[in-house]
């Protein structure tokens, strides 16, 4: 109970655990929105081919996509994401296109990216300031543009001090920018 002055909230919830639940009642009850937590069900190849050639006739081509990349990003959790979109794919519910433009697609790439020359980073200044350990200050970094300016500098920095000086820039204005 969450208690606020004159406001109480009292709220109760049911933990509800989708590998116990078969993905064959799930799919008898029709509900189209369901369908992309069917990968996470009890069920296997069968229930997610037949989710899939439900989702991909929906009549709305939007909803369509939206739920074919949450069929695909959930189903990740638990099949080879190869095999999904070539299922995906079959069933013309999403094109690897429209995957492309999605956002959550795009994020996903940008903190790839992110991570990636976070550790090149780190690897490039350790290498020319032995010993030296950045993790915790560069991860406070979001610009990828600014880290791999950063990346191509570090070689040409003349010490320790003028590294962590242009680190803690970055980190200002990613905070600045974030306001």
């Given at each position: 109970?969450?208690?606020?002055?004159?406001?109480?909230?009292?709220?109760?919830?049911?933990l509800?655990?989708?590998?116990?639940?078969?993905?064959?009642?799930?799919?008898?009850?029709?509900?189209?929105?369901?369908?992309p937590f069917?990968?996470?069900?009890?069920?296997?190849?069968?229930?997610?081919?037949?989710?899939?050639?439900?989702?991909?006739?929906?009549?709305?081509?939007?909803?369509?996509?939206?739920?074919?990349?949450?069929f695909?990003?959930?189903?990740g959790?638990?099949?080879?994401?190869?095999?999904?979109?070539e299922?995906?794919?079959?069933?013309?519910?999403?094109?690897?296109e429209?995957?492309?433009?999605?956002?959550?697609?795009?994020?996903?790439?940008?903190?790839?990216?992110l991570?990636?020359?976070?550790?090149?980073?780190?690897?490039?200044?350790?290498?020319?300031?032995p010993g030296?350990?950045?993790?915790?200050?560069?991860?406070?970094?979001?610009?990828?543009?600014?880290?791999?300016?950063?990346?191509?500098?570090?070689?040409?920095?003349?010490?320790?001090?003028?590294?962590?000086?242009?680190?803690?820039?970055?980190v200002?204005?990613?905070l600045?920018?974030?306001?």
């Open positions: 109970m969450i208690d606020a002055g004159d406001i109480q909230i009292k709220v109760r919830y049911r509800i655990k989708l590998w116990e639940i078969s993905a064959r009642k799930v799919l008898a009850m029709n509900r189209v929105n369901l369908l069917v990968p996470l069900m009890r069920g296997g190849r069968e229930e997610m081919e037949i989710s899939a050639q439900r989702l991909s006739q929906a009549p709305d081509e939007s909803r369509r996509s939206e739920m074919g990349l949450h695909l990003m959930l189903g959790l638990r099949y080879n994401r190869l095999d999904l979109l299922l995906i794919g079959r069933k013309s519910m999403i094109t690897l429209q995957l492309k433009e999605s956002s959550f697609y795009q994020f996903v790439e940008e903190e790839g990216g991570k990636a020359t976070r550790e090149t980073l780190q690897m490039l200044a350790a290498k020319r300031f030296l350990k950045l993790s915790e200050e560069v991860e406070r970094i979001h610009d990828l543009e600014a880290l791999k300016r950063l990346c191509l500098e570090v070689s040409d920095l003349p010490d320790v001090e003028t590294l962590t000086r242009r680190i803690a820039e970055l200002q204005a990613d600045a920018i974030a306001k």
